[in-house]
């Protein structure tokens, strides 16, 4: 049976709790080298130390869920408002689910993203099955296409009855169609939730004249949607992403191992930014990266950059820091402020303003440094209550008016 564990950033978590050997613990290793999320987890001599990571790995016989720290106090509220900043940022558009259905799962990360790749994709079937024009080869009793006479020959040597032919069939089986029925076979495998099974078996049931088969991510980067299956666009991604961050069984036509984890550093920096364009349209500007120093003697690979976070409006710098803050103990660390000093020479804006996350205090506007060439501000946003847009147009008004 699979071992549900259930823990948040910067947490440590034993081998001994994973089930991990030495052995394991280095193919563990060497699975998140391969989807290059190495960094998303510390190893250490006694067990694993997650970062700013959260969401799901799952790995030989356990699967662990990784829930965000400082975004909510309960399990339930940091799960609903890390799914509101996913779909607020467009990463991914889930819809948001009721408290109780998440706080009932046993892998409630998971779950979601498995329940919302259901209801799109079930509704989306709904309206109609992708049809495609497949270039197909086949040995048939009457001409169809254009005849392939090098294969025929080889073919049909001794049978005059039968012609080898390549011709275009308007399909159902195509590779769009494939990908969707070989992720819902697999999902279906994966979810606990009976409504959710129900649903994939469903899906499957509509597939029923597509193949089967392992799709690898790779050959999902060949789909061409046209203006007739826009609709699949999103399940679609959603299926990329688990093709993307999961290994295959080629046995069974399922996932073996699945790693789906988002980085909270990004995740809070493209929240903070899609807020301040909501509210304050077309005063948001992404900066590029300036060189403050150009290579060392004409040393290649020597040089330095910078790139603040945004620059909002005329002359002001926002740097996100998805950090605790809990002055005096967690206080804005020496390189942050130098790193802000650099903003304010090099880009030459005065207003910098430094954001967290609330932890245990809100801090509104603190001022840090006030000079005439030079002004650091802190400001905190409140996760720990339930998310809404009407919350961030508040607090960013008031903030910045």
């Known amino acids: 049976m699979l071992k549900q564990i259930l823990t948040k950033e910067w947490d440590k978590v034993s081998y001994q709790t994973l089930g991990l050997n030495q052995e394991h613990a280095k193919k563990f290793q060497k699975f998140l080298e391969e989807k290059q999320l190495t ?11 997650t970062c700013a990571h959260v969401g799901i790995i799952r790995f030989a016989d356990f699967q662990l869920n990784i829930l965000p720290k400082i975004i909510g106090e309960e399990d339930s509220l940091c ?3 890390l799914m509101f900043m996913l779909r607020y940022t467009r990463k991914l558009e889930i819809h948001s689910m009721d408290s109780a259905e998440i706080s009932q799962t046993k892998q409630p990360f998971l779950e979601v993203l498995i329940a919302h790749y259901a209801n799109i994709l079930l509704n989306a079937l709904q309206r109609h099955i992708p049809h495609q024009y497949e270039t197909r ?22 049978n005059l009855a039968r012609t080898y032919c390549q011709f275009d069939e308007f399909t159902p089986d195509n590779l769009l169609n494939q990908t969707l029925k070989f992720v819902s076979h697999a999902l279906q495998k994966l979810t606990s939730v009976s409504q959710t099974r129900q649903k994939l078996l469903k899906i499957n049931a509509v597939y029923e004249d597509v193949t089967l088969r ?5 050959e999902t980067q060949k789909i061409i949607l046209n203006r007739n299956h826009t609709m699949f666009k999103e399940p679609l991604e959603l299926a990329q992403m688990f093709l993307q961050h999961s290994t295959i069984s080629l046995h069974n036509h399922t996932f073996t191992n699945l790693a789906i984890l988002f980085d909270m550093n990004k995740l809070f920096e493209e ?10 349209p077309g005063q948001v500007k992404i900066q590029n990266k300036l060189k403050i120093i150009e290579d060392i003697d004409g040393i290649p690979g020597t040089s330095y950059t910078i790139r603040p976070d945004i620059l909002f409006g005329k002359d002001t710098i926002i740097d996100t820091k998805y950090k605790r803050l809990s002055l005096p103990e967690d206080k804005p660390s020496e390189a942050d402020i130098y790193q802000m000093l650099a903003y304010s020479k ?18 509104h506007l603190l001022s840090v440094l006030e000079d005439n060439d030079c002004s650091i501000t802190l400001l905190t946003l409140d996760l720990h209550q339930k998310l809404t847009e009407s919350y961030l147009q508040r607090i960013f008004y008031e903030s910045f008016n």
Do not use: M, S, W
Not at 39 to 49: K, P, R, V
Not at 138 to 143: A, F, I, R
Not at 350 to 363: D, E, S, V
């Open 39 to 49: 960094h998303a987890l510390d190893f250490g001599l006694e067990g694993i130390t």
């Open 79 to 81: 799960l609903e408002n």
């Open 137 to 158: 080869e086949d040995n048939l009793p009457t001409v169809k296409g254009r005849i392939l006479f090098a294969k025929n020959h080889l073919v049909n040597a001794a």
């Open 214 to 218: 392992p799709v690898a991510y790779a």
């Open 271 to 280: 929240f903070v930014e899609t807020a301040l364009e909501q509210a304050f």
């Open 346 to 363: 090099f880009y030459g804006v005065k207003n910098i303003i430094l954001c967290y996350p609330t932890y245990q205090k809100n801090y």
